[in-house]
């Protein structure tokens, strides 16, 4: 009998309008994996009771929660030895860094996707997701919304970019 093979743990991040979430789809799709997107879990559990002026704690407390659940289902899925894709934003390299660490810890083979595109083309396309609310879409993505991610987003550098599949559209 063959040792069995760990699936893959595939890693999306990008800016917001990137596309992480619909290639996270198709990545999903093609490897016959499940995605778990933090966007979808945040909406579905949180979006009615969010306050009306954007509290960052209240927010952040909350998307901690998800991906505390979302690592637990996604280890449990991968022991099974069905791969997973995580759309979980990763704004920041510290975030990156964390991830990466778990993965290694977890003896998880990781794989990370970097996702990019100009400024203007990825507020076109949330502006855009929000109007038509199609595929991809999980709750509005206000301009102001979008302005605070791009201040957060720390871009990668060329180590963090080391081994990753990189995505550039236009």
Same mark, same amino acid.
């Given at each position: 009998?063959?040792?069995?093979?760990?699936?893959?743990?595939?890693?999306?991040?990008?800016?917001? /309008?990137?596309?992480?979430?619909?290639?996270? %789809?198709? *990545?999903? #799709?093609?490897? +016959? =994996?499940?995605?778990?997107? &933090?966007?979808?879990?945040?909406?579905?559990?949180?979006?009615?009771?969010?306050?009306?002026?954007?509290?960052?704690?209240?927010?952040?407390?909350?998307?901690?929660?998800?991906?505390?659940?979302?690592?637990?289902?996604?280890?449990?899925?991968?022991?099974? /030895?069905?791969?997973?894709?995580?759309?979980? %934003?990763? *704004?920041? #390299?510290?975030? +990156? =860094?964390?991830?990466?660490? &778990?993965?290694?810890?977890?003896?998880?083979?990781?794989?990370?996707?970097?996702?990019?595109?100009?400024?203007?083309?990825?507020?076109?396309?949330?502006?855009?997701?929000?109007?038509?609310?199609?595929?991809?879409?999980?709750?509005?993505?206000?301009?102001?919304?979008?302005?605070?991610?791009?201040?957060?987003?720390?871009?990668?550098?060329?180590?963090?970019?080391?081994?990753?599949?990189?995505?550039?559209?236009?």
């Amino acid at each position: 009998m063959s040792p069995a093979v760990t699936p893959t743990l595939h890693v999306i991040f990008g800016p917001s /309008g990137a596309g992480k979430s619909t290639y996270a %789809g198709d *990545l999903a #799709r093609r490897e +016959r =994996a499940v995605s778990f997107s &933090i966007d979808d879990w945040m909406a579905r559990l949180f979006a009615q009771d969010m306050p009306q002026q954007p509290d960052f704690n209240w927010l952040m407390e909350r998307i901690e929660r998800c991906e505390a659940q979302i690592w637990s289902t996604a280890a449990a899925v991968m022991a099974t /030895g069905t791969p997973v894709v995580l759309d979980l %934003g990763l *704004l920041r #390299r510290s975030d +990156r =860094a964390r991830v990466a660490e &778990i993965a290694r810890l977890c003896e998880l083979p990781a794989r990370f996707h970097f996702l990019n595109a100009p400024k203007e083309v990825r507020r076109g396309r949330v502006l855009s997701r929000n109007q038509i609310q199609g595929e991809g879409f999980s709750f509005v993505v206000t301009p102001e919304m979008f302005d605070f991610t791009e201040g957060v987003f720390e871009p990668p550098d060329a180590g963090e970019l080391a081994g990753c599949t990189v995505i550039e559209s236009t």
